[in-house]
């Protein structure tokens, strides 16, 4: 019965029911589709919608890929990046393509000119452990200029932590200026490189400061460092990379980075064999004005040196200290009065060393690294007393005593040697005069101005 009512209805019930049926069907699988493959981004107004996402399974661990292609012509973009299984990361991550995304927007609008941006990624595996992302951006706002950025993370797999390279070279400075020596020569010695920017611009983008080698990945067993040198005159960019093979530098990696490949020779010693250092060092400051134009000239040769400074000048002047910390100089301890220490009894003895660390990390945020006691007047009782190196010197400028800035060349040249530490102090103008001429000559010779620390590791 029920079968014949059906029937008498008539055929177009049964067509609009089927078709409902159709409707349905297709319904369910446009949205099993989107969810698993095909999200659409403002799907209540699919027809404005301003980008279109896409999502895709990777062979990695963790870690899906994300296509994001523009709709919109006079906007026209392409992203692709991935969404991994960590919240922290992912924001890092959103937050570095969100930026690139609005700010080639704005540029665009501001320029009223249809260009492209495009962000793509390589995922590089390493070690069972690591992954190194690495995107590259380029955008271009009239199709004539393409500028090029590098921008990389360094994870652990299993959780998302990003590692950086301060932690790949053990939290060593002198690991990473034996690391950024080789990067600027390197760089330095690429004539299609030099030909296009200012040496100054490549030495101003690999000095030693570890902004400048936040953008690294390891790729098949080599570490490869990521540039983005735009040159301030001629507005030229270049993006070199760097690779080195990570068993050259095992002698300066974290246990868990190094190869079990063994290499020939190394970073270090390479380095020892070639390099020809010597650390300048000035005491008895920081003076106001002596002391500024010291790091001046120090800048202009790009030059470190350590600055034994004298407790009781640190507060008045730590403006000075920040600037040489900033720079990659060295700052040691010599002691709050500037007395002979090995006439103090215990106390007074522990307050000249503690309160001038006090003071400096006040300044800078840490404790002096180095330690010289004034006149060099110590014992053994009081090297054991200090948890960092004593230092003294090899060649003395006795520049306190001449107090004139032709005379500071001429000792210098006769008593300088390989690793040298020399003695000068920043509180005399003749010494800040006869500066230029100092650096201009070693550097002629082939010296390399380094931090103290940095001789006393190498030695
Ligand atoms: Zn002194």
């Known amino acids: 019965m029920k079968n014949e009512d059906t029937n008498k209805r008539g055929p177009w019930l049964q067509?609009?029911?089927?078709?409902?049926?159709?409707i349905i069907i297709s319904l369910i699988v446009t949205f099993s589709l989107s969810s698993d493959n095909f999200k659409l981004k403002n799907a209540s107004s699919a027809s404005k919608k301003e980008s279109t996402i896409e999502v895709q399974d990777t062979e990695f661990q963790n870690i899906k890929m994300i296509t994001?292609?523009?709709?919109?012509?006079?906007?026209?973009?392409k992203l692709f990046y991935p969404e991994t299984n960590f919240e922290s990361l992912n924001e890092k991550i959103n937050k570095y393509i969100t930026d690139s995304k609005e700010y080639y927007i704005?540029?665009?609008?501001?320029?009223?000119?249809?260009?492209?941006?495009?962000?793509?990624?390589?995922?590089?595996?390493?070690?069972?452990?690591?992954?190194?992302?690495?995107?590259?951006k380029i955008v271009t706002y009239d199709f004539s200029k393409y500028d090029k950025e590098y921008h990389t993370y360094l994870i652990e797999k299993d959780n998302g932590n990003i590692i950086d390279l301060k932690t790949m070279l053990n939290n060593s400075t002198s690991n990473?200026?034996?690391?950024?020596?080789?990067?600027?020569?390197k760089l330095l010695k690429s004539k299609e490189l030099t030909n296009k920017v200012d040496k100054d611009a490549i030495i101003n983008y690999t000095n030693p400061v570890w902004e400048n080698y936040?953008?690294?990945?390891?790729?098949?067993?080599?570490?490869?460092?990521?540039?983005?040198?735009?040159?301030?005159?001629?507005?030229?960019?270049?993006?070199?990379?760097?690779?080195?093979?990570?068993?050259?530098?095992n002698p300066i990696l974290n246990k868990d980075f190094k190869s079990n490949k063994k290499s020939k020779t190394n970073i270090v010693s390479d380095q020892k064999k070639k390099?020809?250092?010597?650390?300048?060092?000035?005491?008895?400051?920081?003076?106001?004005?002596?002391?500024?134009?010291?790091?001046?000239?120090?800048?202009?040769?790009?030059?470190?040196?350590?600055?034994?400074?004298?407790?009781?000048?640190?507060n008045s002047n730590k403006k000075l200290l920040k600037e040489m910390k900033e720079k990659g100089h060295e700052i040691g301890n010599h002691t709050m009065n500037h007395k002979n220490i090995t006439?103090?009894?215990?106390?007074?003895?522990?307050?000249?060393?503690?309160?001038?660390?006090?003071?400096?990390?006040?300044a800078i945020g840490e404790e002096p690294t180095v330690f010289r006691p004034p006149y060099g007047?110590?014992?053994?009782?009081?090297?054991?007393?200090?948890?960092?190196?004593?230092?003294?010197?090899?060649?003395?400028?006795?520049?306190?005593?001449?107090?004139?800035?032709?005379?500071?060349?001429?000792?210098?040249?006769?008593?300088?040697?390989?690793?040298?530490?020399?003695?000068?102090?920043?509180?005399?103008q003749s010494t800040a005069d006869g500066l230029d001429s100092v650096l201009a000559y070693l550097q002629k010779e082939g010296y390399e101005f380094v931090t103290v620390s940095e001789i006393l590791s190498v030695k």
């Open 15 to 22: 067509i609009s029911l089927i078709s409902a049926i159709v």
């Open 68 to 77: 994001e292609t523009s709709n919109d012509s006079s906007i026209s973009y």
């Open 106 to 136: 704005s540029k665009a609008q501001e320029n009223n000119k249809t260009g492209h941006l495009n962000v793509n990624c390589s995922i590089y595996p390493f070690k069972e452990k690591y992954y190194s992302i690495v995107f590259t």
């Open 176 to 185: 990473f200026r034996l690391l950024t020596n080789y990067v600027q020569k």
């Open 214 to 249: 936040n953008s690294f990945s390891i790729n098949n067993n080599q570490l490869v460092m990521y540039f983005n040198i735009e040159d301030p005159s001629s507005k030229e960019t270049v993006n070199p990379t760097v690779n080195i093979k990570i068993p050259y530098l």
């Open 275 to 314: 390099r020809k250092l010597v650390a300048l060092t000035f005491d008895d400051g920081p003076h106001k004005t002596i002391t500024k134009e010291i790091l001046d000239t120090l800048d202009k040769y790009d030059a470190k040196a350590t600055f034994f400074v004298v407790g009781s000048r640190v």
């Open 343 to 362: 006439k103090l009894k215990k106390k007074k003895l522990e307050y000249e060393i503690n309160k001038t660390n006090e003071l400096v990390k006040k």
């Open 377 to 428: 007047a110590t014992n053994k009782k009081i090297n054991k007393m200090l948890d960092v190196p004593v230092v003294l010197w090899t060649v003395d400028t006795l520049d306190w005593k001449y107090r004139n800035p032709k005379k500071l060349l001429p000792v210098i040249k006769n008593n300088v040697h390989n690793n040298a530490i020399i003695l000068m102090h920043d509180i005399h």
